[in-house]
């Protein structure tokens, strides 16, 4: 299978090509079927969906917010996501729907609960999105599934994903990639930093990188591939004007073909055995465009960055309490959960950091940590 050559390094001359349908479906498993048919004939290897119990992924608070919004499916944002999430049953309709015209179906596990689910549903590998990069305990159970693991690394620090590669690298499993993501929507070329990809090669040598992108158009994508990405993720839809938050930034089925298109077409040119090309070579095959110019420009340091601040606040993970908490109570694993949370607290990076850390005020069950409990 082409995704295992490429993460044991066996093949570094193709590019495994995930079609993102996420939530772009609008909540319909007949629209989600025909963009799954859409994704294959645009030459895709792979259609992902996003995969979450609504009660392990997000506290009570954060489910019951108003969420207003023109892209808003429901008056909060728990009945919002609602809409949008299909249940195992269908789940299953879809992966069937996928094995029938040989396309890999997978999803995000975006809690435990979800991740035991796909881990069951036979999934060729599961995706950790940015969202849970920094969620340790669920990267810890992911590696040890015996499944390959697709992790982005979009609104996290160098020192997070140096801790994703430590677990992987203590629970043995040698089958996962990483994807240099920015997590805003677009994202700006100024602000696509491809130079990450190159120095994500580097610093982690032995593992395979790859790029998960939410800017617009198909060349900055390309240049990414050029940059040494041999995983490449993009949002998909079958219409960019449709209500939802990521069609804009999506590809429509041409776009999507022509993508595919022109890396294969730079593989068949042999251009692809070599796999870091500098800034300057990439603007020679690719052709100037100053969008491409500027998503290359020089960067050093893998940082959040502010652009990625609303998508953190909104999405990313905190620490929240599993049960009631009283002062003085020193915190313990079992007290703790990983939820995204409404208003957000801790950051769940620092999880393993506060077990020990003896609570300055009580906490109440299903809500965050804050710097005022500790
Ligand atoms: C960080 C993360 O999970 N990002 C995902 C993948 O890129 C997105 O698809 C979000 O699910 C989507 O943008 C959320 O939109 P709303 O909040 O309208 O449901
Ligand atoms: C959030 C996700 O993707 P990314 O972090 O790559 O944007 C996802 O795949 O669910």
Redesign the pocket.
């Known amino acids: 299978m082409l995704l295992l050559d490429i993460l044991s390094k066996d093949i570094c001359n193709k590019v495994y090509i995930i079609a993102?349908i996420?939530?772009n479906h609008q909540g319909s498993v007949e629209t989600a079927k025909q963009m799954i048919l859409a994704a294959k004939n645009a030459g895709c290897h792979c259609v992902k969906f996003?995969k979450s119990d609504l009660q392990a992924k997000f506290t009570r608070s954060a489910l019951n917010r108003r969420?207003i919004?023109e892209?808003?499916w429901g008056s909060t944002?728990g009945e919002?996501?609602e809409y949008?999430e299909f249940s195992e049953q269908q789940y299953k309709e879809l992966q069937d729907y996928s094995k029938e015209i040989q396309i890999d179906f997978t999803a995000?596990a975006?809690d435990e609960r979800s991740l035991d689910f796909l881990a069951a549903l036979n999934v060729p590998f599961i995706k950790i999105?940015?969202?849970d990069a920094n969620n340790f305990p669920l990267l810890m159970k992911a590696a040890t599934l015996g499944i390959p693991l697709v992790i982005s690394t979009?609104?996290q620090s160098l020192e997070t994903v140096d801790r994703i590669v430590q677990i992987m690298e203590e629970a043995g499993h040698k089958q996962y990639a990483l994807l240099h993501c920015v997590?805003s929507?677009p994202t700006e070329a100024k602000d696509c930093n491809l130079r990450l990809i190159p120095f994500l090669k580097k610093r982690y040598a032995n593992v395979t990188i790859g790029y998960?992108g939410?800017e617009l158009g198909i060349s900055i994508t390309k240049a990414a591939v050029l940059s040494g990405a041999r995983i490449i993720e993009r949002?998909f839809t079958l219409d960019k004007n449709q209500k939802?938050?990521?069609h804009r930034c999506s590809l429509e089925p041409s776009e999507l073909a022509a993508l595919v298109k022109d890396v294969e077409q730079l593989q068949r040119e042999n251009i692809l055995l070599k796999e870091v090309y500098t800034p300057s070579a990439i603007i020679d095959i690719l052709g100037n465009t100053m969008e491409v110019e500027q998503a290359l420009a020089d960067v050093q340091q893998k940082l959040i960055l502010s652009c990625e601040l609303p998508?953190r606040h909104?999405?990313g993970k905190s620490i929240v309490a599993a049960r009631k908490l009283e002062k003085g109570h020193q915190l313990q694993e079992a007290d703790l959960l990983i939820k995204v949370s409404e208003p957000p607290g801790i950051f769940a990076e620092r999880y393993y950091d506060i077990i020990g850390v003896k609570l300055t005020s009580s906490v109440d069950e299903d809500e965050p940590i804050t710097e005022n409990n500790i």
């Open positions: 993102e996420g939530q996003q969420y919004s892209h808003a944002y919002h996501k949008l995000s975006m999105g940015s969202g979009g609104m997590s929507y998960s939410h949002h939802g938050s990521d998508c909104k999405l």
